[in-house]
């Protein structure tokens, strides 16, 4: 069995930041890609941010240059640094992980108000 879990979501004013954490256990493999998604009231689930196990990374136009993803491999780790929030940042964010399956944590809420 295989446990995600999200953690650092929270309320914050716009221009504010936050850090966001997702640690995975139990019965998981070598893990390749780790990225957070997220998903606001009434959208669909999009792509926030990945990274691969050798470090190469990949963001959502919406993020570049105020959302930073990083990963400790030792600890099965993933972060999501997040300044400058808007608004329109405000969703559920979801932590990923995929050896040959994915795993998915059960979501933080991050409310930006303005």
């Known amino acids: 069995q295989v446990h995600v879990v999200e953690s650092g979501g929270g309320l914050v004013q716009a221009g504010g930041s936050l850090t966001l954490s997702c640690a995975a256990s139990g019965s998981i493999f070598k893990i390749n890609v780790m990225g957070w998604y997220r998903q606001a009231p009434g959208k669909q689930r999009e792509l926030v941010a990945t990274?691969?196990?050798?470090?190469?990374?990949n963001y959502a136009d919406s993020v570049k240059g105020r959302f930073t993803i990083s990963r400790d491999n030792a600890k099965n780790t993933v972060y999501l640094q997040m300044t400058s929030l808007k608004p329109e940042d405000t969703a559920v964010y979801y932590c990923?992980?995929?050896?040959?399956?994915?795993?998915w944590g059960q979501g933080t809420q991050v409310t930006v108000s303005s």
């Open positions: 990923k992980v995929s050896d040959w399956r994915d795993y």
């Open positions: 990274v691969t196990r050798g470090g190469s990374t």
